[in-house]
C-alpha cells in the first residue's frame, strides 16, 4: 500500500513537529507487530512533558499490549475494532486524587524541606473548596494536552494512532481497576499504520480566528 506522507517513515527517522501534525491522522487499521518497547516509553516520556498548571501532572497511563485485555477494551468500547487491531493501547486519565495524596512529589528537589511544606500546603489548600469531580475535571484539562503530546509524539517517531472518547468510562474503570474518581483524556491505540486514513478536513484558519 502507499504511504499517505510522501516517503516512508521508520521508527527511528524522526518527524519535524510540522510534519508530524500534518501526517497524523486517525488510523483503525494496524500492521500486526508488536510495539518497539524503548520507543513507546520514549513516546509515554515526551507525552510526560506536556505542561501543566502549577506542575500538578495529574496524567497517567496505562498501557495495554495483551490481545486478551484489548479484546475486552473492545467489548467497551462500543466494539470498534482498532482496540484489537493496534499492537498497544494507552488509556490516558488524570488522577487529582492521586496528586493530593502526594503532592510533595510534584516539588522540585532542589527546595528545603520547609519550602516544600509551604508549597504543598497552598497546593492542597487551593483544591480543598471543590468537589472531587470538580478537581477531577480540572485535572482532565491538563490530561488532555498529554493526550495531544502522545498523539504528536508517536506520529514524530513514526507510529499512528487514533484519539478514542466511545467507550463506557465505568466498564473500563472496572476493567482496568482504577479508582471511581478518575477522569478519561481518551484512550489511543497506537502502532504503524495499515490504512491511509482520511485527508484532513477542517475549518479555515479565517473561520474560527478573530483578529483583534
Ligand atoms: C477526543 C476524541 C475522541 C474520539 N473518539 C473516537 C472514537 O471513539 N472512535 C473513532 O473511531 N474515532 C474517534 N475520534 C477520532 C475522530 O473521529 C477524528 O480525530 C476526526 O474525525 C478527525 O480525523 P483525523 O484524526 O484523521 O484528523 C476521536 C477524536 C477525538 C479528538
Redesign the pocket.
Known sequence: MTDVTSAHLTADQLLSVKDAIET?????RFVQEPMNQDDLREILRLASLAPTANNVQPTRFVVIQNKELQEKLQAV??N?S?VTSAPAVIVVYADMEDVLSNVEETLPASMDEEQIKMRADRLRGQFQDQDVAQRGQWALSQA?IA?GFLMLAARGMGYDT??????DPSEVKKLLNLPDHVEF???LPIGKRDEE??????HSVDRITAWK
Open positions: 497524523r491522522r486517525s488510523i483503525r468500547s462500543y470498534q482498532q488532555n493526550f487514533v484519539p478514542m472518547l466511545g467507550f483524556a481518551g484512550i486514513g482520511f485527508p484532513h478536513h477542517r
